[in-house]
């Protein structure tokens, strides 16, 4: 099973960017489509960005559309995750999930490993 380790989250002023990035140690990364999940406060943890096992596909909630963008690198096991125009509604505890299949997935459920978390907070 693979593992996985977050970073690059921080501290941002709205309207700022920043990468996050996770590294994907174990079984064959390409095996996996993978997917980036938030977390506020208080509230379920949700969809952000999923792409499938080649980088060909990809899928993004719409609040996000157009202000990020997901890619991977299966030569070096990491997926990360372009974060532009970020707004103070974007602050969350950000998982890195995988799941073992090759085609991209919105939903929680269907993802068998997560990393810890990486904090983003956007201030106004």
């Known amino acids: 099973q693979v593992q996985l380790v977050e970073s690059g989250g921080g501290l941002v002023q709205a309207g700022g960017s920043l990468r996050l990035s996770c590294a994907a140690s174990?079984?064959?990364?390409?095996?996996?489509?993978m997917g980036w999940f938030r977390q506020a406060p208080g509230k379920e943890r949700e969809f952000v960005a999923s792409?499938?096992?080649?980088?060909?596909?990809?899928y993004y909630t719409d609040s996000v559309k157009g202000r990020f963008s997901i890619s991977r690198d299966n030569a070096k096991s990491t997926v990360d995750l372009q974060m532009n125009s970020l707004k103070p509604e974007d602050t969350a505890v950000y998982y890195c999930?995988?799941?073992?299949?090759?085609?991209?997935?919105?939903?929680?459920?269907?993802?068998?490993?997560w990393g810890q978390g990486t904090q983003v907070t956007v201030s106004s």
């Open positions: 174990g079984r064959p990364f390409s095996s996996y489509a």
């Open positions: 999930a995988a799941r073992l299949g090759r085609t991209w997935s919105d939903s929680v459920i269907r993802y068998d490993v």
């Open positions: 792409i499938n096992w080649n980088g060909g596909g990809t």
